[in-house]
């Protein structure tokens, strides 16, 4: 997943998924932390078209390592910490 230019995109949406505060804007209402981002402020940071973003996230929500939340006819998308931690392990036993 990440050896390709492509990979190394998701793995970097991931990364800042991490700690969203540090990595993206602060709405005045929500906390990224809490909610998630979304795909136009992914696409935002990135530098890439906004469905060049959901392309990714989608890809990403489909593995289980992330989940979306629609608040206001808004995805919000946000690290699924504990699927993270599964695939780890299964990668770490070598299948």
Not at 1 to 20: A, C, E, N, Y
Request: proline share 7%.
């Amino acid at each position: 997943m990440t050896g390709t230019p492509s990979g190394r995109m998701r793995q970097t949406i991931l990364d800042w998924l991490k700690d969203p505060p540090a990595h993206f804007p602060v709405p005045r209402r929500r906390d990224p932390a809490e909610t998630g981002v979304t795909a136009r402020a992914v696409a935002a940071k990135l530098g890439v078209p906004r469905r060049t973003a959901l392309a990714h996230l989608d890809f990403l929500t489909r593995l289980g390592v992330l989940r979306t939340r629609r608040i206001h006819g808004r995805t919000y998308y946000r690290r699924d910490e504990i699927r993270i931690a599964e695939v780890a392990r299964m990668f770490e036993k070598g299948w």
